[in-house]
């Protein structure tokens, strides 16, 4: 599923990542939330969560990141640089 819900189920932690992206596994399982303006249909709230982005070698627990972004009139945030 698009949801990465069968990536997730796998459970795979074996999968080499191709060009800094998993093509497979639970580092490719992602959570995606988005809110657009309903008069525009313009996109003005975006947020990706990696929850397995990857695991502690001390701890073996997994690490996650997230980024996100606004864009609403005037106002263009962004937890990623340009």
Not at 4 to 24: F, H, K, L
Not at 29 to 40: E, F, K, N, Q, S
């Amino acid at each position: 599923p698009i949801d990465s819900t069968n990536e997730y189920i796998g459970g795979r932690e074996d999968v080499a990542p191709v060009d800094g992206i998993a093509p497979a596994g639970l580092c490719s399982a992602l959570v995606l939330i988005g809110a657009y303006d309903r008069r525009t249909g313009c996109p003005v709230l975006g947020v990706i969560n990696e929850p397995f982005f990857r695991r502690d070698p001390l701890t073996h627990r997994w690490q996650g990141r997230y980024h996100w972004g606004v864009a609403y009139g005037e106002t263009r945030l962004s937890s990623l640089s340009p």
